[in-house]
Antibody
């Protein structure tokens, strides 16, 4: 069974860069069997797809954030990461990493980590 | 972007009730429609993919149907553990988009 765990600072300042890491066990991020993604959820609101990475290299981003988002993989650590630049209060959310065998589907999820953007 | 609209946004029901949640896509998405359940403070859990395929381990009281633009999630007999928020999601095209959610509350 694939397990995922998000880590990173819980607080980011406006205009700075939010950086999160997802550590994976039970599956390899370099495998072409899995798609790995980030989804966020502002407090009390719905789910928003941020972006995904496949086979450690191919990336897909939500156009609403595309200019600010980078998702990358570190095969040596079996981790993938999210960087979101120029954050504002609107980026305050619980950020989840998730994965599945099928594009766009999210079958396995991390527990989520709350990132608050505030000065 | 494909917009996903769920209705109702919330509903009150009792244990044993039959519950139906609707999801409508802004354009045809064939059966590229998934349903998730989310309990308070927890990550979403995939219930149904491809509109009607029940994930392993999901109780058979959950079922999904539909194709094109209109989809439904049905809980045939609501159980105490089913009180949660439900989201639909389309995987027909990028960006992946979710419905706004339907909160199922105790009546």
């Amino acid at each position: 069974q694939v397990q995922l765990q998000e880590s990173g600072p819980g607080l980011a300042k406006p205009s700075e860069t939010l950086s999160l890491t997802c550590t994976v066990s039970g599956g390899s991020i370099s495998s072409d069997s899995f798609y790995w993604g980030w989804i966020r959820q502002p407090p009390g609101k719905g789910l928003e797809w941020v972006g995904s990475i496949y086979n450690s290299g191919s990336t897909y981003y939500n156009p609403s954030m595309k200019s600010r988002v980078t998702i990358s993989g570190d095969t040596s650590k079996n981790q993938f990461s999210l960087q979101l630049t120029s954050v504002t209060a609107a980026d305050t959310a619980v950020y989840y990493c998730a994965t599945s065998f099928n594009w766009g589907l999210f079958e396995y999820w991390g527990q989520g980590t709350l990132v608050t953007v505030s000065s | 972007d494909i917009q996903m609209t769920q209705s109702p946004s919330s509903l009150s029901a009792s244990v044993g009730d039959r519950v139906t949640i609707t999801c409508r896509a802004s354009q045809s998405i064939s059966t590229y429609l998934n349903w998730y359940q989310q309990k308070a403070g927890k990550a979403p859990n995939l219930l149904i993919n491809a509109a009607s395929s029940l994930q392993s381990g999901v109780p058979s009281r959950f079922s999904g149907s539909g194709s094109g633009t209109d989809f439904t999630l049905t809980i045939s007999s609501l159980q105490p553990e089913d009180f949660a928020t439900y989201y639909c999601q389309q995987t027909y095209s990028s960006p992946l988009t979710f419905g706004g959610g339907t909160k199922v509350e105790v009546k």
